[in-house]
T-cell receptor, first 111, second 109 residues
C-alpha cells in the first residue's frame, strides 16, 4: 500500500498561471480532503469529498476547484494563481474508522 | 471563539521531563477527538485517538473532559525524538476534521 500520494512535491507558479495538484489513495477510502497550511499556522480545509461524484466546500474554497470522478483520485485545481495561494497543500483520506491519512504535501510558491 | 484552540507554545523542556498540552473546543456536539504529530516540513500523522475514559499509549496519555470541552496530552520521560508540533483535532460533525493551530515542543539534551 502506497497510502496517499501527491504530485508534484514542489512547484513555482507565476501570478495568473493555473495548475492541478494530484492526489491518489489506494486504501479504498470514501472520504478525501484538501487542506492548506501556511507557515506557522494550522491546517485549513479547502474542499472535501464523501465519495465519487460528491464534493463540498470547506473553510477556504475560493480560488480552487475539485473533482472526484473515481474513489482513488481527488485533484485540486488552481485556475488563476495568486501570491496568497503560496502554501503547503496536503491531501488526506479517511475510511469508516475516522482516522485521516495524509500525503506528503505539495509546496507551492506563487511569484 | 475559534473551533479548536491550543496552548500557543513553544514548549522547551529537558530530556526526561513531563510535559502537558491543553486543547479546548467550542462545539459541544463534537464526536471524535485526536492528537496528531507533525514533524517539521512533514505531513501530520495520527498519534492517538482520545476516548471519554482516557487512554494511554506508552509514555503518552490523553484525557477528554466533555463537560469542560477540554482535551489534554501528557508526555512522560520526554525524548529528543518527541520534538514536533502536536495538533489537536476534533470532528464537530460527520467526517469533518477541524485542526487546532498546534503546539510546538522542543526537547533539549
Amino acid at each position: 500500500n502506497a497510502g496517499v500520494t501527491q504530485t508534484p512535491k514542489f512547484r513555482i507558479l507565476k501570478i495568473g498561471q493555473s495548475m492541478t495538484l494530484q492526489c491518489t489513495q489506494d486504501m479504498n477510502h470514501n472520504y478525501m480532503y484538501w487542506y492548506r497550511q501556511d507557515p506557522g499556522m494550522g491546517l485549513k480545509l479547502i474542499y472535501y469529498s464523501v465519495g465519487a461524484g460528491i464534493t463540498d466546500k470547506g473553510e477556504v474554497p475560493n480560488g480552487y476547484n475539485v473533482s472526484r470522478s473515481t474513489t482513488e483520485d481527488f485533484p485540486l485545481r488552481l485556475e488563476l494563481a495568486a501570491p496568497s495561494q503560496t502554501s503547503v497543500y496536503f491531501c488526506a483520506s479517511s475510511g469508516e474508522v475516522n482516522t485521516q491519512y495524509f500525503g506528503p504535501g505539495t509546496r507551492l510558491t506563487v511569484l | 471563539r475559534k473551533e479548536v484552540e491550543q496552548d500557543p507554545g513553544p514548549f522547551n523542556v529537558p530530556e526526561g521531563a513531563t510535559v502537558a498540552f491543553n486543547c479546548t473546543y467550542s462545539n459541544s456536539a463534537s464526536q471524535s477527538f485526536f492528537w496528531y504529530r507533525q514533524d517539521c516540513r512533514k505531513e501530520p500523522k495520527l498519534l492517538m485517538s482520545v476516548y471519554s475514559s482516557g487512554n494511554e499509549d506508552g509514555r503518552f496519555t490523553a484525557q477528554l473532559n466533555r463537560a469542560s470541552q477540554y482535551i489534554s496530552l501528557l508526555i512522560r520521560d520526554s525524548k529528543l525524538s518527541d520534538s514536533a508540533t502536536y495538533l489537536c483535532v476534533v470532528t464537530p460533525y460527520g467526517q469533518n476534521f477541524v485542526f487546532g493551530p498546534g503546539t510546538r515542543l522542543s526537547v533539549l539534551p
